[in-house]
């Protein structure tokens, strides 16, 4: 698989590369405190080894959303624990890095991968799980269609602390 889906002009979405590692290193890096508390991306080559490894395209699917323009690493979704079968289910992860969030590029990413999920993949369900007070993820899944479905307390362990979510999916048409 080279693109996911048809590409708009101002991002691409492609699968992560192992030749992303140091780009996607850095940005991370870069992004600490936009992430905090939040997602722990991958910030060194030992752990950005590790994240990479997960990915068997096949129930776990990485991929990274680049400015058309430049190149450069606008931010990661990964799309895991793919089911198939009678579910046909995934579950969403993303983050942006800094100095490209709230400009709509993940906007773009999402809904790219959302259509490859129900297209190529032939997935019913994509359900993001996020913690109440992120206002800009929230507002990313609104964005492109997702439906909030209920809260799960203490659902995820992030910065070693059991934290709540909201459970958030869109199911294809």
């Known amino acids: 698989m080279r693109r996911v889906g048809p590409l708009n002009r101002m991002v691409e979405v492609r699968p ?3 030749e992303d590692k140091e780009a996607f290193v850095a940005a991370a890096r870069a992004s600490k405190a936009l992430h905090s508390g939040w997602v722990n991306a991958p910030s060194d080559a ?4 590790q994240y990479f490894a997960r990915f068997d395209n096949q129930a776990h699917f990485g991929f990274v959303v680049l400015l058309r323009s430049t190149g450069e690493l606008v931010g990661a979704i990964n799309l895991t624990n793919v089911i198939y079968g009678a579910f046909r289910s995934g579950y969403l992860g993303y983050y942006a890095f800094s100095g490209f ?9 999402l809904r790219a ?3 490859h999920a129900f297209s190529v993949l032939k997935l019913h369900r994509v359900e993001a ?3 109440p007070t992120n206002a800009a ?3 990313l899944v609104r964005a492109c269609g997702f439906k909030k479905e209920g809260y799960s307390p203490k659902y995820l362990k992030i910065g070693g602390r059991w934290r709540d979510h909201e ?3 869109i199911v294809a048409r």
């Not at 030992?46 to 080894?49: D, S």
């Open 16 to 18: 992560l590369r192992i």
């Open 46 to 49: 030992r752990a950005f080894a």
């Open 101 to 109: 969030e709230r400009k709509g590029y993940m906007t773009q990413g």
């Open 113 to 115: 991968v959302v259509r």
């Open 129 to 131: 799980n996020i913690q």
């Open 137 to 139: 993820s929230i507002a």
């Open 167 to 169: 459970r958030w999916a």
